[in-house]
T-cell receptor, first 117, second 115 residues
């Protein structure tokens, strides 16, 4: 149980285009989803927290107009990188938290590698 | 603000031996959770073990156990009978009771296992 999927796993795009990454909880309802960014050999940096039906809460320094987050249902959150540039190239990971069971536990997706040319 | 520090960027252990990964944290809160996550080369984050701060007993999950020293704000991970599949990046993480489930990660320790 507690599986989280991400799609796509890899994406390459041209500079200036927008890219959408989906995060789905497959077998549970995720009241809260989180989006992280990870550079090679570094730790995970929290970008934003999204609750179903609410606006996302962004961490300091994260541009909310550049990284659009939508959490339209209890099983789906999307991250859209708008007008992507090479510096946005990174590994993006989502996680989901349920309201049942271990409510403190986050379940992570497999990540999406974004390369902006 | 809470911080998590892993002072060992890299560690190495012989197969079947025991290794301990260090983690310290800073917080003014009394109630919180602590976690160890494993990130293998696939980059899938895997929960290894969790500890609730109000519990004095150290958590154990098969070959993995923690040494939780609340007063010292220390949360080390011990891996016994190390296996080749244990090779990965290990992250220590802190979660407050009242910040909506946000995880604060340490810098990570890359563990290699020698056959």
């Amino acid at each position: 149980g507690a599986v989280v999927s991400q799609h796509p796993s890899r994406v390459i795009c041209k500079s200036g285009t927008s890219v959408k990454i989906e995060c789905r909880s497959l077998d549970f309802q995720a009241t809260t989803m989180f989006w992280y960014r990870q550079f090679p050999k570094q730790s995970l940096m929290l970008m934003a927290t999204s609750n179903e039906g609410s606006k996302a809460t962004y961490e300091q320094g994260v541009e909310k107009d550049k990284f659009l987050i939508n959490h339209a249902s209890l099983t789906l959150s999307t991250l859209t990188v708008t007008s992507a540039h090479p510096e946005d190239s990174s590994f993006y990971i989502c996680s989901a938290k349920t309201s049942g069971g271990f409510t403190d536990t986050q379940y992570f997706g497999p990540g999406t590698r974004l390369t902006v040319l | 603000a809470q911080t998590v520090t892993q002072s060992q960027p890299e560690m190495s252990v012989q197969e079947a031996e025991t290794v301990t990964l260090s983690c310290t944290y800073d917080t003014s809160e009394s109630d919180y959770y602590l976690f160890w996550y494993k990130q293998p080369p696939s980059r899938q984050m895997i929960l290894v073990i969790r500890q609730e701060a109000y519990k004095q007993q150290n958590a154990t999950e098969n070959r993995f156990s923690v040494n939780f020293q609340k007063a010292a704000k220390s949360f080390s991970l011990k891996i016994s009978d190390s296996q080749l599949g244990d090779a990965a990046m290990y992250f220590c993480a802190y979660m407050s009771y009242n910040q909506g489930g946000k995880l604060i990660f340490g810098q990570g320790t890359e563990l290699s296992v020698k056959p």
